[in-house]
């Protein structure tokens, strides 16, 4: 293999696993260490030039970075990096003084379809930089589905109102209850570009027998959840029958308990472990004693003349195909009924854009999503672009965030007269920890802790009030205890071939085996040659050029515990750590970048 | 040394032996030796090659005397018997307890300084001896804990980290543990894991007195241009005459090398080695012709390594002695006063 070219800025990105992961590039053990050190206000502030919500998403992310997380391959759980990041919003002070100000106009404005984190991160990045950000949404407030969909009692008002204000208080107009209609009338205002972040606004309907007739008791779970959310419905039914196995159909579960709803069942076609419903949620949703009933299809809603009695099932089993494929067919168990008295419908979301006009420049494909670059969020029309939902269909907030963020950067190089596909590398930033000759300026003691669980409410008071938060968060005690479980995989382990000597020391030391000496060949080779197996070609070899005897350093990244055991042991200082940390372009300098050099 | 601990956690796809166990569970506590010392990379060998015998580490009483060789017993084999006994007494302390149990697998670590000078006279006689043991010298020519003064196996004419020249004759214990018997000699590097390690299982399953000097770079005083028992100086100047692999019984070795380049060495106990020539000529078991060999390498400064002699019909002390084959903390009462009726048994074959 040649020599790692750990000057590439994606390298030592990689090797962070969770930051890797995370959409929008969370610098995440960044924010953890200053957590640990009671730094709140800077982590919170970390959290907020990437994320954009970071309260939010301490409560809601649907957290890619914890299944990436080292510490899950090392150990059983992963850091609980999501409801670290609601400890930095929980605890921090009063940050409004480090917020960018609405800055003078530049003279360009700059149209919003729809008020969801993706418009809210294209308008925070732009608005310092002099743009006029007009945000329409149909809803009284700002927030998107962050607002009608989640329930309070995951995420309270008063922490969308703070993380939203925060927002529109850079000089943002807000059009409430002002819903778009026609993309050609829009157009034809003049703005200098368009940012559409209407999200994926329809429930997918279940059309079996009996939807039509028993229709009153039957209710489209995201429409259901806003409505609920808004105040318009404050009751439910004793018996509820939710179908559907995501994160929808666990929020109608648990709102369901708290509406009047005694006997609550999700009731899912696939498997239990084939749900699309992230497992925490799963588990929150059990724990408020509602249980999840599988391999059930759904085939007809019961009904006495028009009222709901029940739904019908047929039972199913999964088979595989030869390529690994799987199909449900019927088990050959008799039917079901289960009486209940509504149903909730959370059987997926579908993007609708009836608003835009098939001629007005934007492209749509064969099923029926506008054409969006992945990369620049543009769409075929030159003043255009997408995030969000909108986008690609239903993902999360912290995707939603991550595209408003391109396609903040598109819409500023594209207003400056720049190639909006050119995109600009990030800044990157390595610095050594040493202090002595075994001291380091981070904790490199690695904690034995296993993954502390959050502290939730008494369910009997929880299910009485649908505003109660649920979760408690961590206090400053079990904080400070998670937040010694990151391993600190920014802090990167450094080869500097010339000064090594080969002692072995490094090899020895290492408690992961992670380091093997030996004659360079191909990267297949190489891995079945290691002092210990490396079965994740995913997880990069950081080969070492040409040292004294011929041989190559190789260290496998995969389970590296970032200890610096081999750079406390190297006689030479072959082995150095040291920190990277990655500053991913935004527009312009629309955040303040001095909060980051908290090194 | 180290602050930290050395984390518990281990890789996920690490080996286990056929006790069920990693080569992890066969660590001590972290070194407090300076970063880099070759002694830190002989003691991953012992731990190694424990591993890779399954040797349980119950069984083992490793024994050492005074020096930074000696404290490395503290640094594998948390579980095992230890004794860190006077300055050069090892092999007195590991005879005795030899004697009065058998069952155990002995092994004394000692340096340059615990062997060559103060506890030469104890060497020599546990490998005159036979002692059933193996006895590991961490050579680096050097007093690392009294910063560096020329120790008695420095060889002449080599370079202290001062620049002065050393005008004593050297020490070759290999030599020495020859000309006295040893049963099984090697040397080896610290720098060189896929040689020292078999050497050293070898030596475990060697039933008699089995010496090995290791060369061990000291690399806070001992490795600069002059010496010649630095990294550099060693790999440039090693001649190695075999490579060694043990074969255990759980992994039979499939030997592909050239026919003729392995021999299959059949121990007493039934343990097996096989060694890949390197020099063809050489023969593992002529002890005068390895003394010869020797002398001839070193007068042109070269450093021979390998499995240099072994008996496999080797004896130990306790055969020559006649010795109750149970360990005396188990004999019973009655064994031990056999009564008055043998005692006049006795006194009766003596008149």
Request: aromatic letters at 6%; hydrophobic letters at 35%; charged letters at 25%.
């Amino acid at each position: 293999m040649k020599p790692t070219d750990i000057a590439a800025p994606d390298y030592f990105h990689k090797v962070v696993d969770c930051q890797w992961a995370c959409p929008a590039h969370t610098p995440v053990p960044e924010y953890i260490r200053l957590i640990a050190e009671g730094r709140y206000s800077d982590a919170y502030m970390i959290n907020w030039k990437s994320n954009v919500f970071p309260g939010i998403l301490g409560r809601t992310c649907d957290r890619p970075c914890e299944p990436a997380c080292r510490r899950g391959r090392v150990e059983e759980n992963p850091v609980a990096i999501c409801r670290l990041k609601r400890v930095a919003a929980d605890f921090k002070d009063d940050i409004r003084q480090r917020l960018p100000r609405p800055s003078s106009k530049n003279g360009k404005r700059i149209a919003l379809v729809g008020g969801g984190p993706a418009s809210l991160t294209v308008a925070r990045d732009l608005a310092p930089l002099g743009y006029h950000c007009t945000v329409f949404d149909a809803d009284p407030k700002a927030g998107g589905m962050m607002r009608s969909q989640i329930p309070k009692f995951r995420l309270p008002d008063s922490v969308i109102d703070e993380e939203t204000d925060y927002i529109l208080n850079l000089g943002i107009e807000f059009k409430a209850g002002q819903r778009i209609d026609s993309m050609k009338a829009l157009l034809a205002e003049g703005y200098d570009a368009i940012f559409v972040g209407s999200g994926a606004p329809r429930g997918r309907e279940l059309d079996i027998p009996g939807r039509k007739e028993a229709a009153a008791n039957i209710h489209i779970g995201i429409d259901w959840l806003s409505s609920v959310s808004f105040g318009h419905t404050d009751k439910i039914g004793k018996r509820v029958i939710v179908l559907g196995g995501g994160n929808t159909a666990m929020d109608c579960c648990r709102t369901a308990r708290r509406l009047g709803g005694e006997d609550v069942k999700v009731i899912v076609r696939s498997g239990f472990e084939e749900m699309k419903a992230s497992p925490w949620e799963k588990e929150d949703a059990m724990h408020e004693d509602i249980p999840i009933l599988n391999f059930m299809v759904p085939i007809a809603f019961v009904h006495n003349n028009g009222k709901l009695t029940g739904v019908t099932f047929q039972k199913v089993k999964a088979e595989y195909d030869a390529k690994g494929r799987r199909n449900l067919v019927p088990s050959g168990e008799a039917d079901e009924t289960i009486n209940c008295d509504d149903v909730l419908v959370a059987v997926g979301q579908e993007n609708a854009f009836p608003w835009i006009e098939r001629d007005c420049g934007v492209e749509f494909d064969k099923w029926h999503m506008p054409k969006v670059d992945p990369k620049t969020m543009a769409s075929t029309h030159p003043k255009i672009f997408f995030g969000g939902d909108a986008a690609f269909g239903p993902k999360n907030i912290i995707w939603a965030v991550a595209h408003g963020h391109d396609a903040a950067l598109s819409i500023h190089r594209l207003i400056s007269g720049e190639d909006v596909n050119e995109r600009p590398l990030p800044e990157v930033h390595v610095t050594s920890q040493k202090m002595g000759i075994h001291e380091w300026s981070y904790d490199n003691d690695i904690s034995p802790e296993k993954r502390y669980k959050v502290p939730h409410r008494d369910k009997v008071i929880a299910l009485k009030d649908i505003r109660t938060e649920v979760e408690l968060g961590y206090d400053v005690k079990l904080a400070l205890g998670e937040a010694h479980r990151c391993l600190n995989c920014d802090v990167q382990t450094v080869f500097s071939a010339p000064l090594c000597i080969e002692c072995d020391a490094c090899v020895d030391i290492c408690p992961m085996d992670c380091i093997t000496f030996t004659e360079n060949g191909e990267e297949s080779d190489l891995r079945t040659r290691l002092k210990a197996p490396a079965p994740h070609p995913e997880q990069a070899l950081y080969v070492s050029s040409d040292l004294k005897t011929g041989r190559v350093m190789v260290k496998d990244e995969d389970v590296c515990l970032h200890c610096g055991l081999c750079a406390e042991r190297c006689p030479t200082g072959a082995w150095d750590m040291q920190k990277y940390l990655v500053d991913m372009v935004q527009a312009g300098s629309a955040c303040p970048s001095k909060s980051r050099s908290a090194a | 040394m180290t602050y930290i601990a050395k984390p518990k956690f281990h890789h996920p796809g690490l080996k286990k032996n056929e006790l069920g166990f990693t080569h992890r569970d066969y660590e001590g506590k972290i070194s407090t030796l300076c970063a880099g010392c070759g002694h830190d990379s002989i003691t991953a060998s012992i731990i190694e090659a424990c591993f890779e015998l399954s040797i349980e580490p119950h069984r083992v009483a490793k024994i050492s005397g005074i020096g930074c060789s000696s404290k490395t017993p503290d640094y594998f084999l948390g579980n095992s018997h230890g004794f860190n006994s006077v300055h050069g007494r090892m092999p007195s302390v590991l005879t005795g307890a030899n004697l009065a149990n058998r069952e155990l697998i002995y092994l004394g670590v000692s340096g340059d300084g615990d062997s060559a000078s103060i506890g030469f006279g104890q060497f020599a006689h546990s490998i005159r001896r036979g002692v059933n043991m193996t006895y590991v010298v961490e050579n680096n020519g050097v007093y690392g804990l009294t910063k560096g003064q020329f120790s008695a196996t420095a060889d002449r004419g080599s370079k202290s980290k001062k620049g002065v020249t050393n005008t004593d004759n050297a020490i070759d214990l290999v030599a020495i543990a020859l000309q006295l018997g040893a049963t099984y000699v090697a040397r080896s590097f610290s720098g060189d894991k896929t040689q020292l390690v078999p050497v050293i299982a070898g030596a475990l399953q060697h039933k008699g007195a089995a010496f090995i000097d290791v060369i061990s770079p000291c690399v806070a005083f001992n490795n600069h241009a002059g010496s010649t028992k630095s990294f550099d100086y060693v790999r440039e100047h090693n001649d190695a005459v075999n490579r060694l692999d043990v074969i255990t019984g759980r992994d039979p070795i499939t030997v592909d090398y050239a026919p003729g380049t392995v021999q299959i060495v059949e121990q007493h106990d039934g343990s097996r080695l096989a060694l890949r020539k390197i020099d063809a000529d050489y023969d593992v078991h002529d002890r005068v012709a390895a003394q010869a060999f020797l002398q001839k390498h070193a007068a042109k400064g070269q450093i021979v390594t390998g499995l240099l002699y072994v008996d496999p019909e080797a004896e130990d002390l306790h055969s020559h002695l006649n010795t109750v084959e149970q360990p005396l903390n188990s004999l019973e009462a009655d064994v031990l006063c056999p009564g008055s009726s043998v005692l006049d048994k006795i006194n009766a074959s003596l008149r």
